[in-house]
């Protein structure tokens, strides 16, 4: 069965760092897009960073300079590096990747189960 699995999360005091990671399981031919997304109490789903196959990066504005997104190909696994935390970080974190599970098969969008980050003042 193939599926996403993110760890890392918890509760950090601001200006402090996590680390999150995003690990895809089973068999998985090739992996797209990897992203990260956050949602906080009473708020829309937000995207928060993507890393394309090729490494190219993109941030929302409100994490540039703070957050770092990363992967590696060979294990399979994203990461997000999150440092100088703010209390407005505080959301369930979300990894989602595009993933060829068979050969010749389209890249179909899988969702992790979220992880807590909590940010206190």
């Known amino acids: 069965q193939v599926q996403l699995v993110e760890s890392g999360g918890g509760m950090v005091q601001a200006g402090g760092s996590l680390r999150l990671s995003c690990a895809a399981s089973?068999?998985?031919?090739?992996?797209?897009?990897m992203r990260w997304y956050r949602q906080a109490p009473g708020k829309q789903r937000e995207l928060v960073a993507v890393v394309t196959s090729g490494g190219s990066t993109n941030y929302a504005d409100s994490v540039k300079g703070r957050f770092t997104i990363s992967r590696d190909n060979a294990k399979n696994t994203g990461y997000l590096q999150m440092n100088s935390l703010k209390p407005e970080d505080t959301a369930v974190y979300y990894c989602n990747a595009d993933l060829r599970i068979g050969l010749g098969l389209k890249f179909i969008s899988y969702w992790g189960q979220g992880t807590q980050v909590t940010v206190s003042a």
């Open positions: 089973g068999t998985i031919f090739s992996i797209n897009a």
